[in-house]
DNA sequence: CCCTTAGTTGATCGCTCGTCCAAGTAGTAT
DNA sequence: ATACTACTTGGACGAGCGATCAACTAAGGG
């Protein structure tokens, strides 16, 4: 019983992600949310807390789709090193065409937010974390199946880490889609065998 | 004539630099930069102008020393190769001793404040490039000393550049000396000739 | 058909922000 | 000494912030 929701809950949220990812935290005012959500603020605080619950909804959310979308990308290809083109071509055209030309909303966030909320910076750390392992795993494969040079492997994933957090840096100064490509390659080559098997 | 100045405005500039760089832009309130810099508002205003120009100011200042100096190795070092050893070795010591444990001044200001100021979008842009020059050089050289695997050379900046970037952010997560090491490491390794000459 | 309940509305609160300025103070020049 | 000038002081200003709440509205149950 009672009055509906004359909004979806979840579309709103995913629009204060949109914005939150655009402008980042302290740049977003509750107005600016509610005007993009086109509700009032006393419906924002009815259905979400206040600002910061709100955004670590929209972090979630972020996590469980923009994000782990990307990683999936790593353990669905056929082999490890196509795992890693595959994660690094999409993350290209998301920076030239999509919602990446923002950068990353972790990587935003926890360069305006980490030195003053711990809560939020130990949800980074996990989120850097989990990069890692993923990159961790399509790299022992790759190197299994031998298309790594010798010293390349697991142990290279925090480098991979650094270079998408990187680029999600420079995605920022809108760089042409050639400037992000061949950062993605030199990484892959760096890693890769001199000689590649079949291609 | 007149009163003199009972404060030295460069070494006042150098904590309000400290205070941008730790906590960014908007999360530094002109109250904040006052206690820091122990000066009352008006003297603010009468030696900088506003905050945005402070800021500005602070931003030279750290072109001129912070990264200047970062930079510097890179051209002083006997060899190419030598150099990005250089460079990167003095900067995870800075991310674990130093100032750059809060990562990079123009990082997190590029990362705050691109999409919504120009003027500032084109400084960091500026100082990107120069970073980027700067690696292409080292490497042109280093190639020339055969210290490269094939297929590296200056159009490695690119990668180096998107390296260091990562790794300001992830200073910002407080890693661990061996972490910003491992990344180091395999970034050069990945672009050196697989036999060293000498070592 | 009305009572209960949940959601919406939009004005309003206290607070902090960046900025300003009148009054006070410490130097120099004559 | 006195006039002049540059700098400092610290309170005050309007604006915008995050957050609240009483009045209003719409849905379901008996």
Redesign the interface.
Known sequence: MGRTRTFDVDEALGVALDTFW???Y??TSIQALCQAMDIQPGSVYAAFGNKHALFVAALRSYAATVSAEAVERLNVAPSGMQGLRDYFAHLVDAMVDGRRR??CLV??S???L???DPAL?AM??QH?ATLRTSFAGALTRARAAGEL????GP??A??L??????????A??TPGRA?LQ??AD??L???AA?APASV
Do not use: C, H, Y
Not at 149 to 152: D, L, P
Not at 161 to 170: E, I
């Open positions: 655009q402008r980042g302290d740049a923002w950068g990587t935003n926890l360069v305006e980490t030195d003053r910076a980074f750390e850097l040079r010798a010293g390349a142990e290279s925090p480098l880490v650094a270079v998408v957090q990187g680029m999600n840096v420079l920022k100064t400037t061949s950062i030199s990484a080559a760096g890693l001199e």
